[in-house]
């Protein structure tokens, strides 16, 4: 690891200008490209104090051993450098996307003598129109039979042509009109050239110009009486018309617009792409990338622009890009990309409209290929494998943790306090082993001594199964009462609270199997509370650690420096993975109890009295306000309702303080209370 101050350049070597820089290791290998507006300002940013350095940035810094850079004229030229080295030297510390699948185009081969319309993929070859990309290749073949009626453009391979050029034959598909057969000379080059040219215009959403034509000459052939002529220029526009149907219109004025969405978390970000051309979506692709570098969805959309235009020219650069996010140099990026197309491109985000409509429709496709991505990588064997090598080899673990179980702690400003645990076994959730808990050994917001309470009823249950299977032949555990664990409704069903024993029917216990690993939720001061309560216990073969969130360092017991995990390690993805869940799965809870907290009546608190006799006496009185001011003896007019009962119920109300009016702010009006006590 090197010491960045050891290659720092010397005050006043830096320009303070535009420019492109690079970050080499000791093997001379470039690990990172960079630009910038001014290349004193940023690359002083590198070269601070480390403990100042987000972790991304610290790792790249203490990995490199030089820095070099380069002086441009204008961010334009910066851009444009920048997105050739990075694509030359292929840095290791940028954010690279990778295609989730290799897609489709229709490609149209103008650099042939006789044009021809095929599937493709790859790389991008010049002479060749492309229009998509599309989700599958039968999406293409069926586009391209409705227009072959109309545009008979050779589809043929190079060995068909020239047999059928041989024999003076050819193929089917020339006997039948869906070919202008140009290899038996039926069509002249330039005849078959101009076919092509059509065919692509078409495609690139000049639609209604050919239509029109076409019922033009069918309503001429009518009126001269040539029935069989019309009601081929009738079926030719009805293809037409059916081909473009497959691609609705999404966007008024004939519109030609990308639109670009990102979908992002800690360590990976997903970037749909939707081509609109004519109005219509012509094509669709998705990239997915680990963010390696520090960036934010600024850079990111700044990076995908890179990727998607960098050897674009011409039309292949709509008028219009939208976008979630500008880049940090809008009107560079602007230039960049009309210098690409030739004209003017307009680079914004959507505010309102059918464009920021359709912007929502990327954006859960993104959304959707983020998810699909880690479901995936998770659902991967090898992948599983390797992440669990990677923990124990970062936590000095001796084999590596089939059992996680990860704690969360959840709360409203100290109100419904409320915790999680959640099992990974093998690297997959176990959603029948979760469990949630009831902070009740105080009041108040303390996550630490939350924390502490939660492993302590978690692993005294565990001592008390070993006990009791005669396991453990000493109870290390302290005696006393055992708080309520709140039963799990989550892939368990409607089990019994965990302080209530099973009949032994041979199916495992609630908390019978200890985890090889215990994470936590938070940094140092959450960790030793776990590792306190195990202490305490007497339990010291169960590993702990805890996953800040806010940097994603991993904290060990005693440790006063964390362990930091690559950014692309799986290792890390897993721990994160897990840590989500807990914190998903207690939020949920959290919210719930929070909910049923306020749609709470004082009725509830009225012993024996059921939801028929509430409903009855809500609708005897009209609210519980009303019902409040009833006397004893008119509340016993209610049906159902004995002298015991309403002496119950009336003792409840008055416990319970009535809420404050509620107040129509527009009005000045009090409102009533509800039939469930609140206001409305």
């Not at 185009?105 to 003598?113: F, G, I, K, M, P």
């Amino acid at each position: 690891m090197a010491d960045p101050s050891s290659y720092r350049p010397k005050p006043g070597q830096i320009p303070d200008s535009p420019g492109v820089y690079k970050f080499r290791d000791e093997h001379r290998r470039v690990i990172y490209v960079g630009k910038a507006k001014s290349l004193r300002q940023r690359l002083a940013n590198y070269f601070q104090d480390l403990s100042g350095l987000h972790p991304r940035t610290r790792t790249m810094v203490t990995t490199a051993a030089s820095v070099e850079w380069t002086v441009v004229a204008t961010e334009v030229e910066a851009l444009q450098l920048e997105y050739s080295w990075i694509k030359e030297f292929d840095p290791r510390f940028n954010v690279k996307y990778r295609d989730d699948k290799s897609y489709p185009y229709l490609a149209v081969t103008l650099n042939e003598e006789f044009p021809r319309v095929q599937v493709m993929r790859g790389a991008k070859k010049k002479g060749v129109r492309y229009f998509g990309p599309y989700g599958h290749a039968w999406a293409i073949r069926e586009t391209v039979d409705l227009m072959l009626r109309v545009f008979p453009v050779r589809t043929c391979s190079a060995g068909v042509f020239k047999n059928a050029a041989r024999t003076g034959r050819p193929c089917l598909l020339g006997y039948i009109g869906k070919c202008s057969a140009p290899c038996v000379g039926r069509v002249t080059p330039e005849e078959h050239r101009e076919l092509a040219d059509d065919f692509c215009d078409f495609m690139a959403g000049r639609t209604g110009t050919y239509i029109r034509r076409l019922e033009k000459d069918m309503m001429a052939a009518a009126e001269d009486m040539e029935y069989e002529r019309a009601a081929r220029l009738r079926d030719d526009v009805e293809a037409l018309k059916r081909a473009m149907e497959k691609s609705a219109v999404v966007l008024a004025d004939a519109t030609d617009a990308d639109l670009i969405a990102v979908a992002e978390d800690e360590l990976e970000a997903a970037v749909q792409i939707f081509h609109v051309r004519g109005g219509r979506v012509r094509g669709q692709r998705g990239w997915v990338t680990d963010k390696v570098e520090n960036v934010d969805t600024s850079g990111l959309v700044e990076h995908a622009l890179q990727q998607l235009y960098g050897e674009e020219s011409g039309d292949a650069v709509p008028k219009e890009v939208l976008v979630p996010a500008l880049p940090e140099d809008p009107a560079a990026v602007s230039q960049w990309l009309a210098d690409r197309r030739g004209s003017q491109v307009s680079l914004r985000i959507p505010q309102r409209g059918d464009k920021k409509d359709l912007m929502v429709t990327v954006q859960r496709n993104a959304q959707q290929a983020l998810g699909l991505h880690k479901t995936k990588r998770a659902s991967d064997l090898t992948t599983r494998s390797r992440a669990l090598e990677e923990i124990a080899g970062a936590l000095g673990l001796d084999t590596a943790p089939l059992r996680i179980e990860c704690f969360d702690i959840s709360h409203l400003q100290g109100d419904d306090v409320v915790a999680s645990m959640v099992v990974f076994e093998d690297g997959l959730a176990r959603k029948g082993e979760y469990r949630r808990f009831q902070i009740k050994g105080f009041e108040g917001q303390d996550d630490v001594r939350s924390m502490h309470e939660v492993i302590s009823r978690r692993f005294r249950r565990y001592l008390q199964e070993k006990e009791r299977t005669g396991e453990w032949e000493e109870t290390p555990a302290p005696t006393g009462p055992v708080p309520a664990v709140q039963g799990d409704g989550e892939g368990g069903g409607d089990a019994p609270d965990a302080g209530e024993s099973r009949e032994d029917d041979g199916r495992p216990k609630r908390f019978a199997y200890p985890p090889q690993l215990l994470v936590v939720d938070g940094g140092q001061p959450q960790v030793a509370a776990a590792k306190r309560a195990l202490d305490e216990l007497g339990i010291d073969d169960i590993a702990v650690c805890g996953l800040a969130k806010r940097l994603e360092e991993v904290w060990l017991p005693d440790d006063d420096d964390p362990v930091v995990l690559p950014r692309s390690s799986e290792g890390l993805y897993l721990l994160q993975r897990v840590r989500d869940e807990a914190h998903r799965f207690a939020i949920t809870y959290q919210r719930a109890k929070r909910a049923k907290r306020i749609r709470a009546s004082p009725l509830d608190a009225v012993p024996g009295l059921g939801d028929t006799r509430k409903q009855a006496l809500i609708k005897h009185f009209g609210s519980v306000k009303k019902l409040r001011q009833a006397t004893i003896e008119e509340i016993c007019e209610v049906p159902g309702i004995g002298r015991r009962t309403a002496e119950s119920v009336a003792v409840a109300l008055a416990a319970a303080a009535p809420a404050a009016p509620a107040v129509n702010t527009a009005t000045g009006e009090i409102m009533e209370e509800d039939d469930g006590g609140s206001t409305t």
